[in-house]
């Protein structure tokens, strides 16, 4: 299914497009190279059906040839948000060159008259999405081998266990993931622990007892309820993913997040690390669980970029 929401437009009309919910980042300095660009927006489906949760947009300048392309996933918990959400983010890594794509996915939970459907289907729906952009390469200009996924929050997770789980056709050059939900079993242990103790340097709130249960919901069980769930719950952790071949990772992670356990980004490069996988970790400090900390309009952000176009060059 093809459902083209907009004609070819210049970047000179990005009021337009942020007027149709299509774009948030503000135009390219003058005389940039991407002013020039033309941009396409343009909505797929890759489930090979009509699902509206297995659709992607398409931000691609139908011009470019052989680009680098990147995958972007928003977060919600596994149970919510939608792709608008990313819109912004993806316009950003448009403007940066790459050609962008925006994946929505299956949800966990019961939503607008739509069963939820456990984990691993986020996973996998994403994996398809992957597959479905690697043979349309020369549709959008791209070379199937470079490209890259990025996530927030739970989507960060989720770019996570999709880079770590590639390979062949699948497989990725980079994985960037800001706030992301890199270790669940980390978030179940703080969320459950005493409120005076915490667990390992954090502490509960309600924003990671909210994210906790909505994991267990993914789930469909607890942790450690009994055999058939720890099984479950370990194909759940991407760190139990990690190989010596995998591309390499960067992370954000504020250290004032109230719902990811700030612990989390050094605990995954110490895994990473031993493993042998390239990767870095930036930490925000006093930074809240927020996109922002990677696309901070400065230095973090220009890191990232400079990073993803060195690993799809």
């Not at 980042?25 to 005389?31: F, L, T």
């Not at 990147?70 to 316009?91: N, Q």
């Not at 490209?147 to 590639?166: E, K, N, P, Q």
């Not at 669940?184 to 249960?213: C, E, F, I, K, M």
Request: aromatic share 8%.
């Amino acid at each position: 299914m093809t459902n083209h929401r907009t004609a070819p437009l210049t970047l000179l009309v990005s009021a337009l497009l942020i007027s149709q919910g299509l774009a948030h980042a503000a135009p390219p300095e003058r005389g940039s190279p991407e002013a020039a660009a033309v941009l396409t927006i343009a909505t797929y489906n890759y489930g090979g059906g009509n699902d509206p949760e297995q659709t992607l947009d398409a931000y691609y300048d139908k011009a470019a040839s052989s680009r680098p392309w990147i995958a972007v996933i928003h977060g919600g918990s596994w149970a919510a948000g939608t792709k608008a959400a990313s819109a912004a983010s993806a316009r950003k890594f448009q403007l940066a060159g790459f050609q962008v794509f925006n994946v929505e996915y299956r949800k966990t939970s019961d939503h607008d008259s739509r069963p939820g459907v456990p984990w691993s289907s986020q996973r996998d729906d994403v994996i398809r999405a992957v597959n479905w952009i690697r043979a349309r390469a020369a549709q959008f200009g791209t070379v199937a081998n470079r490209g890259a996924v990025y996530g927030f929050s739970a989507g960060g997770h989720l770019a996570m266990t999709v880079g770590l789980t590639g390979n062949g056709s699948t497989k990725v050059r980079a994985i960037v993931s800001a706030s992301g939900v890199l270790q669940p079993h980390r978030l179940q242990d703080v969320a459950d622990s005493d409120p005076a103790v915490g667990h390992g340097g954090n502490y509960p709130t309600v924003a990671n007892r909210t994210l906790a249960r909505w994991a267990a919901v993914a789930m469909r069980c607890p942790r450690l309820a009994w055999a058939d769930c720890s099984r479950r719950w370990d194909a759940f952790l991407p760190e139990n993913l990690i190989s010596s071949d995998d591309p390499p990772a960067m992370m954000f992670q504020g250290t004032a997040d109230a719902a990811v356990p700030s612990q989390t980004g050094r605990a995954f490069s110490y895994w990473l690390s031993r493993k042998g996988v390239e990767n870095s970790l930036t930490e925000c400090v006093n930074w809240p669980h927020t996109e922002a900390c990677a696309f901070d309009g400065g230095a973090r952000q220009a890191k990232m970029i400079a990073f993803l176009k060195k690993k799809t060059a």
